[in-house]
């Protein structure tokens, strides 16, 4: 009887605070669940809110619980190069069309002419010029395309001699065409400097055609190499005005004086490159009268 009087005494005086008491933890326990849940579903309606064409926002921020921060920051990583992508990518597009637009509404009114009237040798070799512009504008947009895209590792490291004799090789029939020589000096054989091949190439043959094409008949492009891996490419040629030298590396931007009709984008190619790898480019004066463009390669 003590037994069953001392459970009957607990069963009404304490046991029916249990379930109220779990109750309650339950409850605080749900409310407490709520409020640290809030700024995940915070960053859901911020993510579903991201609509095609659109910005893409940054979603962390100081009210996200530090084990989510490094997650949401390497998504913000993420999505930072895929919206510098999709920049690079309507630049691409908004200078392919700039730039192809005159010489096929040239091309056209030329092949309508010769539709209209009789064909002569002289119309068939504006034509071939105009053939062969378009495929070096669509060529160096791809190129500028190839730039925008390159990702160096900081590890990657060329060897930056034989890039110089590969392309002064590969330029040297439109050299011959135009009556000026290279000439190369490479001052050490076994220098790595950073970068990919790809990006330190496409800097490399840009600066050497540009000089080539404003160089004078007869004169000659010197390359050289240094030892604490500079690249100088000198010209004889008009040279570029010290208050317009900022300009040379913005897209579709030709100098007035230069004889050379181009589309402006062979050194928009090699500051691309070069921000990319994390190189330098300057133009300077040459003794010669003409330009001097000075790559800095970050040496291995």
Do not use: Y
């Amino acid at each position: 009887p003590i037994a069953h009087e001392v459970i009957w005494e607990f069963l009404v005086d304490v046991a029916w605070a249990v379930p109220l008491g779990c109750a309650l933890a339950v409850l605080v326990a749900a409310l407490v669940v709520r409020r640290g849940l809030a700024p995940l579903r915070e960053l859901a309606a911020r993510a579903r809110a991201i609509q095609p064409g659109s910005h893409l926002p940054r979603l962390a921020n100081a009210t996200l619980p530090a084990e989510l921060i490094p997650l949401v920051a390497a998504f913000d990583e993420a999505t930072a190069r895929l919206d510098s992508a999709l920049a690079a990518q309507k630049r691409f597009t908004a200078n392919a069309a700039h730039e192809l637009r005159t010489p096929l509404t040239v091309l056209s009114g030329r092949l309508d002419r010769l539709v209209t009237g009789p064909v002569n040798a002289e119309d068939i070799r504006m034509l071939q010029a105009d053939c062969q512009r378009m495929t070096r504008v669509v060529a160096q947009l791809t190129a500028l395309a190839r730039a925008e895209s390159i990702v160096t590792m900081p590890e990657t490291r060329t060897m930056i001699a034989p890039l110089l004799r590969e392309v002064a090789c590969s330029l040297a029939p439109l050299a011959v065409s135009r009556d000026v020589r290279i000439g190369l000096d490479v001052a050490v054989e076994q220098l790595k400097v950073r970068g990919t091949a790809e990006a330190i190439e496409a800097m490399l043959r840009n600066v050497v055609e540009n000089a080539i094409q404003h160089a004078p008949n007869g004169t000659e492009v010197a390359i050289r190499l240094d030892p604490d891996a500079t690249v100088e490419i000198e010209d004889a040629g008009p040279g570029i005005p010290a208050s317009l030298r900022s300009q040379v590396f913005e897209r579709f931007w030709r100098g007035s004086w230069s004889r050379h009709v181009g589309s402006g984008l062979g050194l928009a190619i090699v500051g691309e490159a070069a921000t990319q790898i994390g190189a330098a480019v300057a133009v300077e004066d040459a003794p010669s009268g003409g330009a001097r463009v000075v790559l800095r390669f970050d040496p291995a």
